[in-house]
């Protein structure tokens, strides 16, 4: 008989019409064999009834504090669980939890829970940005909850704008990866990263461009690694075909002169830089107004020039003492030797090195690499999940962040 745990998780529910958007997320812990119990507020039951959860979860609903008194559901739920997921977190709520209310039966869940705890807001872009609101996610975010900042898009009627619940796939993968490292505070809280990922590209012409093959995966696992672990991000993402991930803002740019401007714009307040983005070195001196025809004749040289050292001009000009810089170095060949010339050149702090082509790398949903330290450290991540590596890599910079 096997003795392995199920995972439980409880699945507060608010009182927003994102609600019904929270089917899909607990149909997916469940197919990925969680336990959830769903409580929902009352209100919450005037969006999605409570046969539906029931029907999602093949579990009773948790509705009052006085269902099954015998059992003390105030505190037996939160003290079972493994994780509390509560979305939509509306302003309300986000209020009550804050102030260490508990008038019904999620706000008691809340304050006898010692799992990790996550909220994914959704609401209109006034009620987000008052600072009511912002007063009590700083509140809750210092008490080692997670709170996904919202997405950006339509909300109800035909407004647009900060407010909107991310995609259940990406809040997914936020509590699947809480799960995994079983933490009940965030290393990251409080800390704010920049992360670039995926390949920048430039111009020949108006259709084709000099690139390269990275996917802006690796740069993508590290951001939604750091969210799961409290941490604000500014992902700058460069020709990158992927879902945003949940509470990450995305800033999308082109080519490495976009990428080291928003680079730089996002680094003056930012404890962390991880440079993952693979950079073009060089773009040509002048691209052509039209697309380039064939003349029968030999195409003429394209006349390259260096594009900025982004990660060097990083390691030299730190935004305030402490930030810690982190780069990646893709080699083909003599990989750590690279690596180590690499580290010393640029000074950043850490160096994720990792060898490419032959089907490693670049668009695999698999990675290994060595992280070189200032200090003379190396690290060997071994072959697995790029997931993975994001954590480790994570785990090297709160290791010289704490120091």
Same mark, same amino acid.
């Given at each position: 008989?096997?003795?392995?745990?199920?995972?439980?998780?409880?699945?507060?529910?608010?009182?927003?019409?994102?609600?019904?958007?929270?089917?899909?997320?607990?149909?997916?812990?469940?197919?990925?064999?969680?336990?959830?119990?769903?409580?929902?507020?009352?209100?919450?039951?005037?969006?999605?009834?409570?046969?539906?959860?029931?029907? #999602?979860?093949?579990?009773?609903?948790?509705?009052?504090?006085?269902?099954?008194?015998?059992?003390?559901?105030?505190?037996?739920?939160?003290?079972?669980?493994?994780?509390?997921?509560?979305?939509?977190?509306?302003?309300?709520?986000?209020?009550?939890?804050?102030?260490?209310?508990?008038?019904?039966? #999620?706000?008691?869940?809340?304050?006898?829970?010692?799992?990790?705890?996550?909220?994914?807001?959704?609401?209109?872009?006034?009620?987000?940005?008052?600072?009511?609101?912002?007063?009590?996610?700083?509140?809750?975010?210092?008490?080692?909850?997670?709170?996904?900042?919202?997405?950006?898009?339509?909300?109800?009627?035909?407004?647009?704008?900060?407010?909107?619940?991310?995609?259940?796939?990406?809040?997914?993968?936020?509590?699947?990866?809480? /799960?995994?490292?079983?933490?009940?505070?965030?290393?990251?809280?409080?800390?704010?990263?920049?992360?670039?990922?995926?390949?920048?590209?430039?111009?020949?012409?108006?259709?084709?461009?000099?690139?390269?093959?990275?996917?802006?995966?690796?740069?993508?696992? /590290?951001?939604?690694?750091?969210?799961?672990?409290?941490?604000?991000?500014?992902?700058?993402?460069?020709?990158?075909? $992927?879902? =945003?991930?949940?509470?990450?803002?995305?800033?999308?740019?082109?080519?490495?002169?976009?990428?080291?401007?928003?680079?730089?714009?996002?680094?003056?307040?930012?404890?962390?830089?991880?440079?993952?983005?693979?950079?073009? =070195?060089?773009?040509? =001196?002048?691209?052509?107004?039209?697309?380039?025809?064939?003349?029968?004749?030999?195409?003429?040289?394209?006349? $390259?020039?260096?594009?900025?050292?982004?990660?060097?001009?990083?390691?030299?000009?730190?935004?305030?003492?402490?930030?810690?810089?982190?780069?990646?170095?893709?080699?083909?060949?003599?990989? #750590?030797?690279?690596?180590?010339?690499?580290?010393?050149?640029?000074?950043?702090?850490?160096?994720?090195?990792?060898?490419?082509?032959?089907?490693?790398?670049?668009?695999?949903? =698999?990675?290994?690499?060595?992280?070189?330290?200032?200090?003379?450290?190396?690290?060997?991540?071994?072959?697995?999940?790029?997931?993975?590596?994001?954590?480790?890599?994570?785990? #090297?910079?709160?290791?010289?962040?704490?120091?």
């Amino acid at each position: 008989m096997s003795t392995e745990h199920t995972p439980e998780v409880v699945l507060g529910v608010g009182a927003g019409i994102a609600a019904y958007k929270v089917c899909e997320l607990l149909r997916r812990f469940t197919e990925s064999g969680h336990g959830v119990k769903v409580v929902p507020t009352a209100d919450a039951l005037r969006f999605v009834g409570e046969p539906t959860w029931a029907a #999602l979860s093949g579990r009773p609903v948790a509705t009052g504090v006085w269902d099954g008194v015998h059992e003390v559901p105030h505190v037996r739920i939160g003290q079972r669980a493994d994780l509390v997921f509560v979305a939509p977190a509306t302003a309300d709520l986000l209020a009550r939890a804050a102030h260490g209310l508990a008038d019904d039966l #999620l706000t008691n869940t809340l304050l006898t829970a010692r799992c990790p705890i996550v909220f994914a807001p959704a609401m209109h872009t006034e009620m987000w940005e008052h600072p009511a609101t912002q007063a009590n996610v700083a509140t809750l975010r210092s008490r080692g909850a997670i709170v996904i900042d919202p997405a950006v898009g339509r909300l109800t009627g035909v407004d647009t704008g900060r407010g909107r619940l991310p995609e259940p796939e990406e809040l997914f993968a936020v509590g699947r990866r809480v /799960l995994r490292r079983g933490a009940l505070d965030s290393d990251l809280a409080g800390r704010h990263v920049v992360v670039s990922a995926g390949g920048t590209r430039e111009a020949i012409d108006p259709v084709r461009f000099i690139g390269n093959r990275s996917s802006g995966l690796q740069g993508y696992a /590290l951001a939604a690694t750091a969210v799961a672990r409290g941490a604000s991000v500014t992902l700058v993402s460069a020709n990158v075909a $992927l879902p =945003d991930p949940a509470g990450a803002k995305v800033v999308r740019v082109g080519s490495a002169r976009e990428l080291r401007e928003a680079v730089l714009a996002g680094r003056a307040g930012a404890d962390v830089v991880v440079m993952a983005a693979a950079v073009a =070195d060089f773009r040509p =001196d002048a691209a052509a107004a039209s697309k380039i025809k064939k003349s029968g004749a030999a195409p003429g040289p394209i006349s $390259l020039t260096e594009n900025p050292d982004i990660l060097l001009e990083l390691g030299r000009e730190r935004a305030h003492a402490g930030q810690v810089i982190v780069g990646f170095a893709a080699e083909t060949d003599n990989v #750590l030797e690279h690596g180590r010339a690499k580290l010393a050149r640029k000074g950043c702090d850490l160096l994720v090195v990792n060898q490419v082509g032959g089907g490693r790398a670049f668009g695999t949903a =698999d990675n290994q690499a060595v992280v070189l330290g200032a200090d003379g450290t190396a690290t060997e991540i071994a072959h697995g999940p790029k997931e993975d590596l994001a954590d480790r890599v994570w785990d #090297l910079v709160g290791e010289r962040l704490a120091s």
